[in-house]
Antibody, heavy 118, light 110 residues
């Protein structure tokens, strides 16, 4: 069965970096793009962008260009989200989500809470 | 690009039907038949309910249905049940391989 398993919660200081992993199993990793979605505490879902799992080419939504980096390790079917120069407003749950056909997400990771403290 | 517009909250009694609207523009909801709906219970990951306006993934109850007219999409839940109480989000493809989410709607089952 398809599973996306994300790394555990992180507590970081402002200015630090964090790398969240999303390990896929149960399907051919390169067959589906991977998306990242942010959910700040008590807020809605915000699409961050996606990465082509064939080419490694990332696309970032407005507001997520510069400090956010999507990457892959196809040898272990894992996608990564790295956030640099962390700010308090980056505190959120970050989800990876498998792209079914370029328009919707059929499987989601369990979410990773990143907390940024000053 | 702005988020899609959803009502902040809706409510209904068990057995009733409710509808949640999702309003976009002619550049997103109105331009493509790529509207999806997700259900999210507290502390859980979102779950896909509807894709491509009106299609249900395998395993999703047929009490959930989707439609679209112009720049507005709708999710209808019939035969409301207590377990339907959750947050609901719409999303739409918005050109150039970008995607928008709605602000979310909290459904309360009275």
């Amino acid at each position: 069965q398809v599973q996306l398993v994300q790394s555990g919660s992180e507590l970081k200081k402002s200015g630090a970096s964090v790398k969240v992993s999303c390990k896929a199993s149960g399907y051919t990793f390169s067959s589906h793009a991977m998306n990242w979605v942010r959910q700040a505490p008590g807020q809605g879902l915000e699409w961050m962008g996606w990465i082509d799992t064939n080419t490694g080419n990332p696309t970032y939504a407005q507001g997520f260009r510069g400090r956010f980096v999507f990457s892959l390790d196809t040898s272990v079917s894992t996608a990564y989200l790295q956030i640099t120069s962390l700010k308090a407003e980056d505190t959120a749950v970050y989800y990876c989500a498998r792209d079914r056909s370029g328009s919707h997400f059929d499987y989601w990771g369990q979410g990773t809470l990143v907390t940024v403290s000053s | 690009q702005s988020a899609l517009t959803q009502p902040a909250s809706v409510s209904g009694s068990p057995g009733q039907s409710i509808a949640i609207s999702c309003t976009g523009t002619s550049s997103d909801v109105g331009a493509y038949n790529y509207v999806s709906w997700y259900q999210q219970h507290p502390g859980k990951a979102p779950k896909l309910l509807i894709f491509d306006v009106s299609n249900r993934p395998s395993g999703v109850s047929d009490r959930f249905s989707g439609s679209k007219s112009g720049n507005t999409a709708s999710l209808t839940i019939s035969g409301l049940q207590a377990e339907d109480e959750a947050d609901y989000y719409c999303s739409s493809y918005a050109s150039s391989n970008t995607l928008l989410f709605g602000g979310g709607t909290k459904l309360t089952v009275l």
